[in-house]
């Protein structure tokens, strides 16, 4: 017996075929002398109508079967009587009027129901993720998955690209996440790591001569999991060579674009996608990934209250911080309750407080006001645009305190405003990023990317003189508030190359000892190159409009990195651990 439809293929016009469907019992439901199963595979459900003056015997065995027995139908297919069609169903015109009935394989009664979309709890999920992923959701959100990669590969190999596979087994690289190691059993005491991105290898290829480079690549990074993170991930990684960033830039977005447009009815934001540089994101949202399908920007009166005499503000301004506010409208009416809510968010995010502005009918309400004058008050609310019916939310500390807190408050009045469209995908870039950062656990500057992204050509002379001010050539392509890919254009040139691992901290001798073979690669007539690597995990998830990565992943870990299913991590023998030269204590 063979399957020779799915059960989502039939319809009006195959009436009075024969057809042979394979699938699983996602209802049934016995009307006394008949029986009808609705059986589900991949593609679809079949209403299965089971009538003893047809087939007595299969009429029989349909009475033994549950949810989840794995069937093998024959039967005709024929229209549904007038009245009982169901619209809701691609195959909802027809039912096959079954002749024969095989039961490939019984199955015990699930732990959760398959055939709704009711809450189950994480947990049971994930351990019993085979069931999981016959739900419609979590099918429907695989299958994007694929549609989106294939996409994808489409898109690439139509433009020049060629897909090469570079190794899972690499040699650890300082910098970045913390990296998964493997023991070498041949060489004992050695490791292999596993890579957190194909970074050196798709340099490589570029030096090589292939030009356009891509591969659907995972990655590994032993880093604290949260929702839009897992141990193990998927991106498409991208380079390009005799290319500037306006190039890669273009190519991402048309990309972005078309895949959007093919396989969702989401509305993208604004096109082209918007710019900012770092600075202007950090000023106006607080961070480098702001969500922009709503305003309530961040706003400084650090000038309006320098020489207020609220002391909290002047002697912040004074000490070289900033005050900052934002408008969050229509929430004059805020219980002391509900603003105690959001100064405790202002202080889990660093803040020592938070210093709100009520604009009633009856005139501004706050503790302000028995510090400051109608005059300074009324510059605070002009500088916010506040309204008749609006709360002003202001916090006062050093500039990074006061940019983590607001963009935190800003995403909560942005929840709890309904102001997040979920049809909607605002995309958008981040360019001249800082090309480092500095460290004071290390004692000396570390690159905010990584160590192979080129600096910004009218910045190359900082490196000498003031390396906390040079800009990077680098980009991060931003969505709803999160990170979804960055790149960057790289560093082509031996001797920037090794100016930049000096300025990190990297002595002649390390640099060489860890990235010798790339820096002699340069000297053979290495290629200007850059590219990029957005995120398949996290741009599923927003085509998808889950919030989470465990929902468009097939089999995931928890947010304490356990794979419920198979129980990894787990221990193993000590004849092993002898195997591998490896003593745990």
Known sequence: MAKTVTCGQLRAQDQGKTVTL????????????LIFIDLRDREGITQVTFNPAISPEAHERAYQVRSEYVLAVTGLVSRRPTGQENLALPTGEIELLAQSLLVLNPARTPPFNINEDSPVDETLRLKYRYLDLRRERMKDNIMLRSRAVKFIRDYLWERGFVEIETPMLVKETPGGAR??????????????ALPQSPQQFKQLLMIAGFERYFQIAPCFRDEDQRADRQPQFTQLDLEMSFVDQEDILSLTEELFTALVEKLTDKRIFQKPFPRFTYREAMAKYGNDKPDIRFGLTLVDISDVVARSGFQLFSDTVAGGGQVKGLRAPGCAGYTRKQIEGLVELARQNG?????????????????????????EVQDIVCRLEGEPGDLLLIVADQPPVVAQALSELRLEMGTRLGLMDKDVLA????????????SSQEGHWQSKHH?????????????????????AKQYDIVCN?????????????????????????????????????LLEAFEYGAPPHGGIAPGIDRLVMLLAGEDNLREVTAFPKTQSALDLLTGAPAPVSEARLRELKLKIE
């Open 481 to 517: 508030g999160y990170e979804v890919g960055g790149g960057s254009i790289r560093i082509h040139r031996r001797e920037i190359q090794e100016k930049i691992f000096q300025i990190i901290g990297m002595s002649d001798e390390e640099a060489r000892a860890m990235f010798g073979h």
């Open 22 to 33: 394979m699938g699983w019992v996602h209802r049934r439901r016995d009307h006394g002398g």
């Open 427 to 438: 995309f958008l870039w981040i360019v001249e990023m800082p090309l480092f950062e500095w």
């Open 179 to 192: 990296e998964y190691l493997v023991p070498s059993r041949t060489y004992p005491g050695k490791f292999y």
């Open 351 to 375: 803040a020592k407080g938070l210093v709100t502005l009520s604009l009633t009918t009856e005139g501004p309400k706050s503790p302000l006001i028995k510090y400051l004058s109608p005059a």
């Open 451 to 471: 160590q192979f992204t080129s600096p910004m050509d009218e910045d190359i002379s900082l490196l000498d003189t003031d390396p906390g001010r040079a800009r």
